[in-house]
Structures are given as C-alpha cells and as structure tokens.
C-alpha cells in the first residue's frame, strides 16, 4: 500500500493527471497561452481540487454506509459546482482584488474534469482520508505544472520558433504536449500509487 508521500509525489509527476491519464485538456489548452494565466488557473484548480476531494471523501463514505454508492457520480458533481459556487461568492466578498484576478478561472473549474477524475480515482483505488486529500493535492499541483510548463514554451515559441504552418495554434501545442507526456514518463518508478 502506498504510503500518502509516494501518493502526493507520484500525483504530480509520473501518474500526473493532466499528462497521463489526459484529464483536463480543454482549459489546458485553452488557457496555457500565457504563463502568467496558466499559474491563476493552476492555483486555482490546485484548491477547488484539494478542497472538493476532502468534502467528496467523507460524503461518499456516506453513501456507502447507505448502500447508494451508485449515486456517488451524481453526488461527486453536485458537491463540485456547489463548492466551486461558494467559493467564488466568498473570494468575491472577501478578496476583491484575488476574484478579479481570478476573472473566469473559477466558474470553468466546475467544468474542469480535473475535479471529478481525482473524486472518482479516490474511491476506485480506496484510499484513506490522507492519501485522498494528498492525491488530490498532489494531481491539483501536477496540473499546474503541465500549463505553466506548456504555457512558457508556447509564450517562446511564438517570438523564436518557425511552426509549420500547418502546425500553428494547436496542431503544435498538442505535439508540446506530447513530449511533455514522455518527458514525465521518465519518473515512472519514482512513487507508486495504486
């Protein structure tokens, strides 16, 4: 069994969510223009990912002591939009300045299936309490580090690079893509987690 330091640490490198298993691919690609957005949108999914796998874990205990684990789908994503929602209105209230920074990086979090993978890992590779929320954190922390690092080469590429022109925009972003996929298949080994 794996203890919750290999889990954190193979979270965000060879089993990283975003670069192995192909989890959050849209806000991926569609924010990891600039590196400066890519981190306000890391950080954020960094939160909402840790603090709905804490919320998710006792509630699908719940539904398992009621015997309606089947509902825990549903249940995952109620408890997402819901706390992605509270957390924008509190941050709103509170920190005027972070919510507009922020600007739309919250509400597509609750779209970001990021979020509901690392729900529904937890429950299928039974974890405890503590190697759910280091998982989570460690997958929050794994996402950030593949759009920071797409978004710096794709902010050098436009200046410094010659793309073919068949490859510009996505065609490329989605090659970058694929070498960091193999980049992080090097740490394969280094922590297991299942």
């Not at 408890?79 to 929602?85: K, L, N, P, S, Y």
């Not at 979020?115 to 950030?144: C, H, K």
């Amino acid at each position: 069994m794996p203890q919750p330091l290999e889990i954190l640490i193979g979270s965000m490198l060879d089993h990283n969510i975003a670069l192995a298993y192909i989890l959050g691919m849209c806000p991926l690609i569609a924010i990891s223009t600039s590196v400066r957005n890519a981190k306000g949108m890391g950080l954020a999914v960094i939160f909402v990912v840790t603090l709905t796998g804490i919320i998710n874990y006792p509630i699908y205990l719940l539904l398992k002591r009621w015997n309606v684990e089947h509902l825990n789908l549903l249940v995952f994503i109620i408890t997402i939009a819901a706390t992605v929602q509270f957390l924008e209105m509190f941050i709103d209230k509170f920190f005027p300045k972070l919510y507009n920074a922020f600007g739309l990086f919250l509400p597509l979090i609750t779209v970001n299936c990021v979020v509901l993978g690392v729900s529904l890992f937890f429950v299928n590779r039974e974890y405890s309490f503590v190697e759910t929320a280091a998982f989570s954190f460690g997958s929050g922390v794994g996402w950030l580090l593949a759009i920071v690092l797409l978004a710096g080469i794709r902010e050098k590429m436009v200046n410094k690079s010659d793309v073919p022109k068949g490859l510009v925009g996505k065609g490329i972003t989605f090659i970058v893509l694929g070498i960091l996929a193999l980049a992080f298949i090097g740490f394969t080994g280094l922590a297991s987690i299942q």
